[in-house]
């Protein structure tokens, strides 16, 4: 069960200019460069949108981005928050 939307839509990498990301851009950056990846919070709203649309809960996309980045799930929804991305 996976929706395509917004998966394919195609990315330029902002670090290597690298073009036609097909996949999720923020998984180019994240195999590629993770240092900027990890330093990136930005991509966090990314990842949210795109677990939500592949139809995970909202607990477990925070969940899952606290794991990646090795932040509370408190510091994860506090920036959603305060991004509007989750209300
Ligand atoms: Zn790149």
């Not at 909202?58 to 209300?87: G, H, P, Q």
Request: aromatic letters at 12%; a neutral charge; glycine letters at 4%.
């Amino acid at each position: 069960m996976r929706q395509t939307n917004s998966f394919n839509e195609k990315r330029e990498c902002p670090f290597c200019g690298k073009k036609d990301l097909k996949k999720p851009y923020w998984r180019h950056v994240q195999s590629e460069h993770p240092e900027e990846f990890s330093g990136n919070i930005e991509i966090w709203k990314q990842l949210y949108k795109d677990y939500r649309s592949a139809g995970m809960t909202e607990e477990i996309s925070i969940l899952a981005i606290s794991e990646l980045f090795n932040k509370s799930e408190e510091a994860v929804r506090d920036y959603l928050v305060k991004e509007k991305v989750l209300t």
